[in-house]
T-cell receptor
Framework: DAKTTQPTSMDCAEGRAANLPCNHS???????VYWYRQIHSQGPQYIIH???NNETNEMASLIITEDRKSSTLILPHATLRDTAVYYC????????????FGKGTTLSVSS | NAGVTQTPKFQVLKTGQSMTLQCAQD?????MSWYRQDPGMGLRLIHY???????DQGEVPNGYNVSRSTTEDFPLRLLSAAPSQTSVYFC?????????????FGPGTRLTVL
């Protein structure tokens, strides 16, 4: 399985963009990049996923480099409620393949 | 829609007891799965199902049984609880049969085995 590397923690001011990096240099061609987050004591929440094109939804944007070895999750206008642990996960489109949640990045948004 | 619901929220068991963790979803999702989350170890896949009547093992299936008699329900059974099964258990569901799409997680069941 491809592994991901994320910074342990990041800080962001409320209203500013939060840019969360992820390295996945051993990603395979059939593996997608997923981002989930987990707010304290709650179940993980899906944010976005992509294969090689940049993606945007109502929550965030995902920028994947052309060589697919790294990606960045962008929260355009961070709020206090975005304080959470953010997980970058690579996973193939295959039943029974686990979402492997590593240690993630703890994002702290302050006013 | 209620989404993914799990009961109970908290449970304390004695070693050797059995119990069933309930999971239900009202989104007509084919794919359902069970994870456990332990401190410092992230989430680990226990069992999954790609549709009613079909289940399979994940990474850490020992000590757990599942069944999928309906699309909506995916209970997880602990046959003889052990302290090593103290954990937070999350159920998730996803449209499609591979889990490729967005997975919706329930709020979790916090289990302590004494």
């Amino acid at each position: 399985d491809a592994k991901t590397t994320q910074p342990t923690s990041m800080d962001c001011a409320e209203g500013r963009a939060a840019n969360l990096p992820c390295n996945h240099s051993t990603i395979s061609g059939n593996e997608y990049v997923y981002w989930y987050r987990q707010i304290h004591s709650q179940g993980p929440q899906y944010i976005i996923h992509g294969l090689k094109n940049n993606e945007t939804n109502e929550m965030a944007s995902l920028i994947i480099t052309e060589d697919r070895k790294s990606s960045t999750l962008i929260l355009p206008h961070a709020t206090l409620r975005d304080t959470a642990v953010y997980y970058c996960i690579v996973r193939p489109n295959q039943a029974g393949t686990a979402l492997i949640f590593g240690k993630g990045t703890t994002l702290s948004v302050s006013s | 829609n209620a989404g993914v619901t799990q009961t109970p929220k908290f449970q304390v068991l004695k070693t050797g007891q059995s119990m069933t963790l309930q999971c239900a979803q009202d989104m007509n999702h084919e794919y359902m799965s069970w994870y456990r989350q332990d401190p410092g170890m992230g989430l680990r896949l226990i069992h999954y199902s790609v549709g009613a009547g079909i289940t399979d093992q994940g990474e850490v299936p020992n000590g757990y049984n599942v069944s999928r008699s309906t699309t909506e329900d995916f209970p997880l059974r602990l046959l003889s609880a052990a302290p090593s099964q103290t954990s937070v258990y999350f159920c998730a569901s996803s449209p499609g049969t591979s889990g490729y799409n967005e997975q919706f997680f329930g709020p979790g069941t916090r289990l302590t085995v004494l």
